[in-house]
């Protein structure tokens, strides 16, 4: 028996956003615990909103509105990306942590930026 999906569900790049939500919050685990409520919830919510966007996008029904939420899907993509960055610059992880994330970041970015041409054609074509 086929299980249901949700649309979102089928999309690999909210299905890379997911594993990139649980490496970094693999990567939290190494911060100091005075950063718990700072930089790491920043950085959780962040990440978290990478994977919501998308999912939230193909809910909408207008075009322009899921193009939009996977334009804040990317920026908040951008976000994560800066704040480990900066994270590195604190000596909360290893710049080669950053490299491993770094690559899920670029894919993810990638299919987002895939998806998003794909609906502004969507949306040329009406």
Known sequence: MEEFQFQFEKLNAWQEARKLVVDVYQLLELFPKTE???????????????????????????VKEQIHFLEIAYASLMEVYCQLQIAVDLGYITPEDLQIVKREIFTTSKLISGLRSSKAAQLEGN
């Open 36 to 62: 718990n409520y700072a930089l790491c919830d920043q950085l959780r919510r962040a990440v978290v909103s990478v994977p919501s966007n998308i999912a939230e996008g193909t809910g909408r029904l207008a």
